[in-house]
């Protein structure tokens, strides 16, 4: 159903291209009503951009290093036993350098000591969005102690952009019939189309924030994905017998 609904629309915007070369005049030979209007479609979300990272410290670049190494291999090991794809796993950042003085002005000396250099990584995780939850759990628990973060996606964004499309252009075929009713004349045929397609709109839902996790038997956050909603403004043109 998407798929023809998508071709319509193609159809619609090639021949607004066409009809556009040619000025529509509205005369005694060609009379038109013009409607414009919009309607928006949802669907919930099916992918998240699962964000992972981990922070480490040491008193030498070395120690941290070294302990980044064991962090990251651990989270690594664990996506992979929890079968996440290589080519769903990408690496966003890494870095280990010493740690700014204003980030350990409260802490005593000896800590200082032990915080002088900073090791961080982070990735993103695509992933089905029901198993959000379980991954960021897999995650922490291996040491990612800075993830969280979720960016709620559609498998197919183009289907719900048309169903919008769909909708709006449904609505005003309506208002036009509806306005030739009142002028005591007919509906005719679809003359132009044009869509003007709007932001997609993600609805706030609680999601996970960074946080640490001791190394104890936890049951996963709870999580739900987040509704995506996809607006659409079609201004259409019909003609009138």
């Not at 998407?2 to 291209?17: N, W």
Request: net charge positive; hydrophobic share 45%; proline share 4%.
């Amino acid at each position: 159903m998407y798929k023809r609904i998508s071709l319509a629309l193609v159809v619609l915007v090639a021949a607004a291209t066409a009809t556009c070369a040619q000025t529509l005049k509205v005369d005694k030979s060609n009379r038109t009503i013009e409607v414009t209007d919009s309607a928006s479609a949802h669907a919930m979300a099916d992918i998240a951009i699962l964000h992972l990272g981990y922070t480490v410290y040491g008193p030498t670049s070395k120690d941290a290093y070294a302990k980044a190494s064991e962090t990251s291999n651990a989270i690594a090991d664990a996506l992979k036993k929890a079968g996440i794809p290589d080519g769903h796993i990408q690496s966003i950042s890494q870095s280990v350098q010493e740690t700014q003085t204003y980030e350990n002005q409260n802490l005593t000396p000896a800590e200082r000591v032990q915080r002088k250099y900073r090791a961080e990584q982070t990735w993103t995780v695509r992933l089905p969005a029901k198993e959000a939850a379980k991954i960021l759990n897999l995650a922490v628990e291996a040491g990612a102690n800075n993830s969280g973060d979720i960016d709620w996606q559609l498998a197919n964004p183009d289907a719900l952009e048309a169903e919008a499309a769909a909708r709006a252009l449904a609505h005003d075929k309506q208002i036009a019939a509806a306005m030739a009713k009142g002028l005591g004349v007919t509906l005719g045929p679809l003359l132009y189309a044009s869509n003007q397609a709007q932001q997609r709109v993600i609805f706030p839902m609680m999601a996970a924030q960074s946080l640490a996790i001791k190394k104890v038997a936890v049951r996963p956050l709870a999580i739900d994905p987040q509704r995506i909603a996809q607006s659409a403004t079609i201004r259409a043109i019909f003609a009138i017998q």
